[in-house]
């Protein structure tokens, strides 16, 4: 099996990472950390923006590296790879889930909003409906909801 998992810089992810730890896994399913960087244009010089860019690549990897060692620890059988991606994280989840044929795309959902049991954020309510795999969003509450 094929699994994405999104990795954001919220707090939420300790918790979405080892209640994907405790689950019990096929020998040999691989997963996939992905962490998205939107675009940053916040300089009118260029030379700072590619900085800035390249030192929040570099925080990403550092983290992915983290987590893929847990992980990898935890989850003795499974294949662990990080991708690093810039662009929109809608699109940018979609595409990795297409080009990796990803059979599952896990990923957080932070309790925010007027009804946040019944609220989806936008990237993960997306996401949901573009999808061509199973979507899973794991909440803070350790109560998941998959959708197919």
């Known amino acids: ?7 954001d810089d919220s707090s939420f992810t300790e918790p979405m990472i080892k209640q994907v730890i405790q689950r019990r896994w096929h020998e040999n ?15 009118p010089d260029p030379r700072m923006t590619e900085f800035i860019t390249l030192k929040r690549e570099r925080e990403a990897n550092k983290k992915l590296k983290a987590w893929r060692q847990l992980l990898s620890k935890e989850i003795p059988r499974s294949i ?13 989840i979609l595409n990795a889930a297409v080009e990796w044929n990803a059979e599952k795309i896990i990923m ?13 954020g936008s990237v993960s309510g997306s996401v949901v409906k573009q999808a061509l795999c199973t979507v899973e969003i794991l909440r803070e509450s350790e109560n998941a909801v998959s959708y197919s």
């Not at 099996?1 to 990795?7: H, P, R, S, W, Y």
């Not at 399913?29 to 300089?43: A, D, Q, R």
């Not at 957080?108 to 989806?120: D, R």
Request: net charge neutral.
């Open 1 to 7: 099996m094929k699994v994405i998992i999104c990795i």
């Open 108 to 120: 957080g959902a932070h309790n925010k909003g007027i009804c946040p049991s019944l609220n989806l």
């Open 80 to 92: 662990v790879h990080m991708d690093v991606r810039h662009g929109g994280p809608v699109q940018e």
């Open 29 to 43: 399913t691989e997963f996939k950390l992905l962490t998205v960087l939107e675009p940053i244009s916040m300089s």
